[in-house]
């Protein structure tokens, strides 16, 4: 199904009846990498797993987004949809969107669920500080030459495990968010909220420091770390997972 939001033309699936749960995916996902978790949560739940815009079936804006105009969609897909007092879930960059939402709007949502959630810049390490500029002023002066610049530029951005590089027309969007620091925004939550957190993941800008700095930083909240887990919970401990959704709900 589709909703007409800001001109956009936003893909979305609902499932289960109850209380309503809106789940926002990660970067390089769409509906559904939750559809694992489903049959565990539509007892409960009416779900609502929505595509953001540029990935999945939803449109590409036009302009390259931010965390604020990712959350204002949301934000306008709840008023159209008239989704009264749902748990807002957010995984990664979802999770990003999830924030800037609970903040901005908090008498829109009831509760907000964090899920392995970027948000907090990390610090630059001495490599991105240094290496980095310089490894770009190289390539950039550098002769194209049997197309060495971009294989250079290619292997580059992947030793960073960057998404950049297959970011195709959203490059502009990821280079938005990932430069946009959301902690004053996680002080600003008031809603009560659930982390969820794989012990190993590796990503820089969802580590377990970033987890337990998030659980500091909100008010009322509570996290629960996975023994073993990586970046996404949900999908390598479905039903632990879900327990912990319902058992928050």
């Known amino acids: 199904m589709y909703s007409n939001i800001s001109g956009l033309k936003i893909y979305y699936q609902e499932a289960g009846a109850g209380k309503n749960l809106i789940m926002l ?18 007892d409960r739940f009416k779900v609502w797993l929505i595509d953001l815009p540029g990935f999945g079936r939803s449109d590409l804006p036009s302009k390259a987004f ?23 879930l957010g995984h990664s960059l979802g999770g990003r ?3 800037k939402l609970a903040s901005k709007y908090p008498k829109l949502i009831d509760k907000l669920i964090l899920e392995d959630s970027a948000g907090i810049k990390p610090n630059k390490d ?19 030459l049997l197309n060495i610049k971009n294989k250079l530029r290619y292997n580059f951005y ?17 280079t938005n968010i990932l430069a946009e620091d959301l902690t004053n925004d996680l002080k600003d939550i008031k809603a009560m909220t659930l982390l969820i957190w794989g012990e190993k993941d590796a ?9 337990k700095r998030m659980y500091r930083m909100i008010h009322n909240s509570k996290i629960e770390i996975f023994d073993g887990v990586g970046h996404s919970p949900h999908l390598e401990k479905p039903e632990l997972f879900s327990y912990y959704v319902k058992d928050f709900s």
């Open 203 to 211: 990503t820089s800008e969802a580590s377990l420091k970033h987890g």
């Open 66 to 88: 931010t965390a604020s105009d990712y959350a204002e969609v949301i934000k306008d897909f709840i008023e159209v949809n008239k989704i009264k007092d749902p748990i807002l």
């Open 97 to 99: 969107v999830a924030i």
């Open 158 to 174: 992947k030793s960073l495990e960057s998404d950049y590089v297959n970011a195709g027309k959203l490059k502009d969007t990821l």
């Open 25 to 42: 995916h990660g970067w390089k996902h769409d509906v559904s990498s939750f559809w694992g978790v489903i049959p565990l949560l539509k």
């Open 126 to 144: 001495f490599f991105k500080a240094f290496i980095y500029p310089f490894a770009k002023a190289f390539h950039y002066f550098m002769p194209n």
